[in-house]
């Protein structure tokens, strides 16, 4: 796989362990399990328009932004994210010295990202804006790969994209999803197996 294509996945690492019969010792081996980005279609309607703003820009879908631009897009954004409208401010400056060419923003912005996304979809998502949480996610991430830079997302945030991933690819015959499966289950029980902190 070449580097470009690298940036259209999140890399998981995943612990195997192998059990070494001649020296009679376990081995602990890590292997990366590749999860494809899978991209937001935007809906409803309405949510095209600011989609493809965004997109032509190469930039997250900032609410804060979007509101500077889509003015008709005030009030819905106040009604249905006034709770966490400080943190989407914090998120909008993040973007801007990601924007910048700051890493570490790029990667506050991640984090946040993750956060707000426990709170979606809201009335305004479903109805207007469109499902801008998983478009920023993927969007982050590439940003990320395209810099060569290691992170790792919440367990929450992993089982999500495996989810969009394994739906794309629900009708697949040709049997490539077998590893990919078999990285997955390893990766279930290696959480399950977690000790509780």
Known sequence: MDS???NNYYIEPVEIEIYLKKAGTVKTIIKDLYIELVDEDPLPENAVKIFDYFREKDQPIDLIELQNRFPEMILPVIESYYRFIDLYEKLSMHFR???????DSLRQALYMTELLMKY???LCSLKLIGDFSTYNLNYLIRKLNQNNEEFLLEDSTVE????????????????????FEKLVELWQYNLKEKPIL
């Open 97 to 103: 010295s990601a924007l910048s060419g700051s890493i």
């Open 160 to 179: 999500y994209l495996i989810k969009r991933h394994r739906s794309k690819h629900e009708n697949d015959e040709d049997g490539s999803n077998k590893e």
């Open 4 to 6: 470009t294509d690298k």
């Open 120 to 122: 979606e979809p809201t």
